[in-house]
């Protein structure tokens, strides 16, 4: 079996794209290229292939531009849009393949204008454009030319000569294909076949060359979001008719060894499989919803099915608390759990706030060994390559389902530690590592994976939940409780010693390395919380809205604004939502304003006119409290749940 080495699929990934006033002219600028010119009449949206262009002098650079791929094309109330790429960043290389991500995009009309609009339809339009460039450029989205990101390595390899004689686009993985429904059109013309790019959302990176006893490991970490019930933190939880659950997420960790040998790890995260939620009203952290569904157990059923059928054996972490708001959600889920009764599937709880108090994160490591044995059963993915011939010596015959919540800060420390975990075993069954030598015993290995995780766990944690991962702290470094600390000073992660076998100099370095890192990790956390909440509150719903324009699960209708009701209009007044900021303001304001001298009148008035109207914004705030969360209106969180969650 080959390498998944394709040199030229006959993807585009530079292009001129020439527009008038009738049409867009497409011309491939590869050297190699036949058969260059193609053309979209904006009146008809009619394709053609045209021999060359009009005379190119016609053209000026205002009707020019470089392009590096078509991501499809969608309609808005004018019209169809044509949406493609003009500015990408270079990722890095797997397998001589490179891997990009989109950095920016251009929106472009079919209609030369809009007079055919109503002026009311024209703002919603508007909106809708806002919509898409936010779903575009506020979600990282990746591509590769030669290189099938949809799918992991271990499919990649593991498929017959069918597969590969098909294009890119017609074996791309649909479950993490962002572009599938505005791409569907430009599909059905044989003309756009090189110009038809599958991009993920997620997170790609590449990290630089260890050097481990002589031989050279690279790491590529993908992580691909699903379209499927797809979402912001608080507009999507738990699942949809069809099993499919908020927040899923394929994570693979490939490892390349002096392209010799090849390493792939795959793990999941999804919200978890029930009919719940949690609705924005300001409070910090919303009360936990159950939502009657006659179809829930079939649902929860199919979402482990679905699992068995992609990934094989599922061993289901579940993270969150035993007590207290999520204590309900953990009963529930367990009585599913007990009552699906499939020998397929084991299910470990693990209450990580609890086991892990007081920074003890390094107490994940009971987890880590419960869950061993089904390790142990899994496997994971190995190939070994001799000149361009891969044998597979080994594929992964099941899978981790990980949640907590959100299924991103606990899932993320747990994850990252026990792709960690996978890795050493693999490297020390390849005689790579010795058995006395650990992953920290490489510095600059040790450090490519712990940064590349942690960069994984804020890209994720941005694109679901407003702001950065917490706890990353520990993932970056792996420092988080005393012996980790004693470590640092003492210049080994492998030393075993007592605090009475301490000198009082190096106590003393620890205690102050230990609480200045502690306050450190509490202010980061705090940040990142407020951040989220700010989010989750009052930009969220807007995001969700920009997401399902962009996935096809809301549809422009023409008639909006005239013969129907646009649901854009059914935003928050913006007089309701400026009481958050009034209060904010006021408060503030008070604040600096108890420190100033008592006897000057101007100043107690003052701070008397901050107080008063605090509370009016907080009396107002709490009685419409509803109103001023932005929340989503193209679709209603009852038909989210009822979605298949399939591609319209």
């Known amino acids: 079996m080959t390498m998944p080495h394709e040199p030229d699929m006959g993807l585009c990934?530079?292009?001129?794209?020439?527009?008038?006033?009738?049409?867009?002219?497409?011309?491939?600028?590869?050297?190699?290229?036949?058969?260059?010119?193609?053309?979209?009449?904006?009146?008809?949206g009619g394709v053609t292939f045209q021999e060359s262009l009009p005379n190119t002098d016609f053209f000026d650079s205002s009707h020019r531009q470089e392009i590096h791929g078509l991501l499809g094309v969608i309609d808005l109330l004018s019209g169809p849009h044509l949406v493609v790429i003009t500015e990408r960043r270079r990722i890095g290389k797997i397998y001589q393949h490179m891997l990009w991500e989109v950095t920016d995009t251009a929106i472009l009309p079919y209609a030369r204008h809009r007079r055919h609009l109503a002026d009311v339809q024209c703002r919603?339009?508007?909106?809708?454009l806002d919509m898409l460039s936010t779903a575009l450029n506020t979600h990282r989205m990746y591509l590769s030319y030669t290189y099938d990101i949809t799918h992991s390595l271990q499919n990649l390899l593991t498929n017959g000569d069918e597969f590969y004689a098909r294009t890119l686009y017609n074996r791309?993985?649909?479950?993490?294909?962002?572009?599938?429904?505005?791409?569907?059109?430009?599909?059905?013309?044989?003309?756009?076949s090189r110009y038809l790019l599958p991009v993920i959302c997620g997170f790609v990176a590449v990290s630089h060359s260890a050097n481990v006893n002589g031989r050279n490991l690279q790491f590529t970490l993908i992580s691909r979001r699903s379209v499927q019930r797809t979402g912001t933190r608080f507009n999507r939880r738990g699942i949809d008719r069809a099993g499919n659950v908020a927040n899923f997420v394929e994570t693979e960790q490939i490892t390349q060894i002096d392209n010799e040998y090849h390493l792939a790890f795959v793990q999941v995260r999804g919200s978890i499989p029930l009919f719940w939620g949690q609705t924005p009203t300001l409070r910090y952290k919303p009360p936990i919803e159950f939502y009657p569904d006659n179809t829930a157990?079939?649902?929860?059923?199919?979402?482990?099915?679905?699992?068995?059928q992609r990934y094989g054996q599922q061993a289901v972490i579940n993270l969150i608390n035993n007590k207290g708001h999520e204590g309900t959600l953990r009963e529930t889920f367990q009585t599913n759990m007990q009552a699906l009764r499939s020998d397929k599937v084991?299910?470990?709880?693990?209450?990580?706030?609890?086991?892990?108090?007081?920074?003890r994160w390094d107490r994940v490591r009971i987890l880590l060994d419960r869950v061993r044995p089904d390790y142990n059963a899994h496997g994971a993915f190995a190939a070994h390559r001799v000149n361009d011939v891969v044998e597979v010596k080994r594929t992964q015959q099941g899978v981790f389902r990980h949640n907590c919540i959100d299924c991103l800060d606990r899932t993320n420390v747990v994850q990252s530690m026990l792709a960690k975990d996978v890795l050493y075993e693999q490297l020390r069954m390849l005689g790579i590592l010795t058995p006395t030598e650990t992953l920290a015993s490489h510095q600059t290995l040790n450090h490519n994976l712990d940064n590349i995780w942690a960069d994984n766990a804020d890209m994720l944690a941005m694109q679901y939940g407003g702001s950065?991962?917490?706890?990353?702290?520990?993932?970056?470094?792996?420092?988080?409780?005393?012996?980790?600390?004693?470590?640092?000073?003492l210049g080994s992660q492998r030393i075993q010693c007592t605090p009475t076998a301490i000198l009082p100099f190096q106590r003393l370095c620890i205690a102050v390395l230990t609480y200045r890192d502690a306050m450190h990790s509490i202010s980061q956390d705090a940040r990142e919380s407020l951040l989220r909440y700010y989010k989750n509150n009052f930009t969220d719903g807007f995001k969700q809205d920009a997401l399902d324009l962009l996935l096809g699960n809301y549809r422009v209708h023409s008639t909006e604004g005239v013969a129907s009701i646009s649901p854009v209009s059914a935003y928050s007044s913006v007089h309701i939502r400026l009481v958050p900021l009034v209060l904010f303001l006021s408060c503030a304001c008070l604040v600096v304003l108890l420190g100033a001298a008592e006897e000057d009148p101007l100043l107690r008035v003052v701070r008397h006119m901050a107080f008063m109207t605090g509370c009016m914004a907080l009396l107002v705030a709490y009685f419409f409290r509803h109103r001023m969360v932005n929340l989503p209106t193209l679709l209603s969180?009852?038909?989210a749940r009822a979605r298949s969650g399939a591609i319209p």
């Open 468 to 489: 950065k991962a917490l706890k990353t702290d520990f993932t970056r470094t792996g420092h988080r409780t005393l012996r980790g600390m004693l470590a640092v000073v």
């Open 172 to 192: 791309m993985e649909p479950r993490f294909c962002w572009n599938q429904y505005i791409l569907k059109g430009l599909a059905r013309h044989p003309e756009f």
């Open 13 to 44: 990934d530079c292009a001129t794209l020439y527009s008038s006033d009738e049409s867009y002219w497409l011309v491939d600028n590869r050297q190699h290229a036949t058969d260059r010119c193609v053309c979209i009449d904006r009146a008809t």
């Open 124 to 128: 919603i339009e508007d909106r809708y």
């Open 297 to 308: 157990s079939e649902a929860f059923r199919q979402h482990f099915q679905e699992l068995e």
């Open 637 to 639: 969180p009852a038909q």
């Open 346 to 359: 084991a299910y470990y709880e693990f209450d990580f706030h609890k086991e892990c108090s007081r920074m």
